[in-house]
């Protein structure tokens, strides 16, 4: 199972990005999907997390209202949609792919088994 993240860049306070992460070699429709941040010098972090047909999806409380998470199971994409970028927002960004069933949170890096190879996001004041 392969995922590829694109999307990342510079922008500004107050900007947008979309992130895309498409996945190959397994059955995405199955999967829960994740997207973590991490910051240099920080921990992974759970940014949002959706079920396999989207009617579970949760956020940090941080990006909560600002970022959407979508996914098209027809295509093997999952998506993040980042509208009003903060500084803080500043990291590089990760999709990650949970082939087990749901257990009731999308917050853990142990939960997941297929890591993407991550995209940078740079949000300048």
């Known amino acids: 199972v392969q995922l590829q993240a694109s999307g990342g860049g510079a922008v500004q306070a107050g900007g947008s990005l979309r992130l895309s992460c498409v996945v190959s070699?397994?059955?995405?429709?199955?999967?829960?999907m994740a997207w973590f941040r991490q910051a240099e010098g920080k921990a992974r972090q759970f940014v949002a997390g959706?079920?396999?047909?989207?009617?579970?999806?949760d956020y940090d409380v941080a990006v909560k209202g600002r970022f959407t998470i979508s996914r098209d199971n027809a295509k093997n994409t999952v998506w993040l949609q980042m509208n009003n970028l903060k500084v803080e927002d500043t990291a590089v960004y990760y999709c990650?792919?949970?082939?087990?069933?749901?257990?009731?949170?999308?917050?853990?890096?142990?939960?997941?088994?297929?890591w993407g190879q991550g995209t940078q996001v740079t949000v300048s004041s």
């Open positions: 990650a792919a949970q082939a087990s069933f749901y257990t009731g949170t999308f917050a853990y890096t142990h939960l997941y088994d297929y």
């Open positions: 070699g397994g059955l995405f429709s199955t999967y829960s």
């Open positions: 959706l079920n396999w047909k989207s009617d579970i999806i």
